[in-house]
Nanobody
Framework: QVQLVESGGGLVQPGGSLRLSCATS????????MSWYRQPPGKAREFVAR????????EYTDTVKGRFTISRDNAKNMVYLQTNSLKSEDTAVYYC????????WGQGTQVTVSS
């Protein structure tokens, strides 16, 4: 059974940083690309970033390029999202997702950027 557990969210002032974590289980983590998505209040879920199985390829949506960094630790079955220079428009629930099980989602972690 695929399990995805996000953590690390919180309330942060504009310009601040958070490191989001996603613990995974139930599949061979190192074989699959992993992604982060987010769902802003009242809006649809949207793609944020993706990392290939060996970390060689990383992709970002334009609005977070240069501010967010996706990484993974295949030994720990973890994927991370370092978020810097946060803006109010980054406020959302953040989710991780596995390429192999695109329909599986965790509970998400809430990021609120506000002064």
């Amino acid at each position: 059974q695929v399990q995805l557990v996000e953590s690390g969210g919180g309330l942060v002032q504009p310009g601040g940083s958070l490191r989001l974590s996603c613990a995974t289980s139930g599949f061979t983590f190192g074989n699959y690309a992993m992604s982060w998505y987010r769902q802003p209040p009242g809006k649809a879920r949207e793609f944020v970033a993706r990392i290939s199985p060996t970390s060689k390829i990383r992709e970002y949506t334009d609005t977070v390029k240069g501010r967010f960094t996706i990484s993974r630790d295949n030994a720990k079955n973890m994927v991370y999202l370092q978020t810097n220079s946060l803006k109010s428009e980054d406020t959302a629930v953040y989710y991780c997702n596995s390429q192999g099980w695109p329909e599986s989602w965790g509970q998400g972690t809430q990021v609120t950027v506000s002064s």
